[in-house]
């Protein structure tokens, strides 16, 4: 997992994550030697994109293992561009998978594996600001400085 905030990667590490990487002021080809330092040579077999920065998608690949996969999740808006080398796509085997709309059984799957899970994983941190919806313009600002992990609005 990488992020640029170290309390974000503390919380992942109470949900299963093994490995970590803060990939503040790292140079891109820092961040693909750690991974591979991590993996022993080889790469991910899955990379996601959550956070809408579109700039971020040929870095994830190149993190890839050969044959490895990589989901697109965040940039659900459209002038999201970027560039990347369809030759390595196609030369390391490389799957590349968008996903945006889901069906009410997806949402059905979601609340079942929280209450089945609930006891395991400490989804109640997660949100870590809320906010009456007056202060709205408030719970905007916290969610844009990305200090939070999630700002909730409640009526």
Do not use: W
Request: with cysteine.
């Amino acid at each position: 997992m990488t992020d640029i905030l170290d309390h974000r990667l503390e919380l992942i590490k109470e949900f299963g994550a093994t490995d970590t990487i803060n990939v503040r002021g790292m140079e891109d080809e820092e961040i693909v030697q750690a991974v591979f330092d991590l993996t022993g040579g080889f790469g991910v077999d899955a990379a996601m994109e959550v956070a809408g920065v579109s700039e971020i998608i040929p870095l994830g690949l190149r993190c890839l293992r050969i044959g490895g996969r990589y989901v697109e999740i965040g940039c659900v808006f459209h002038g999201a561009y970027f560039t990347y080398d369809a030759g390595d796509i196609a030369f390391r085997v490389l799957t590349i998978k968008g996903i945006h709309n889901y069906d009410t059984r997806h949402l059905q799957r979601g609340i079942d594996f929280l209450a089945q899970t609930s006891d395991i994983f400490p989804f109640y941190k997660m949100v870590t600001h809320k906010f009456s919806l007056d202060q709205i313009n408030q719970a905007m600002k916290v969610a844009q400085a990305r200090e939070a992990i999630r700002v909730a609005i409640f009526p």
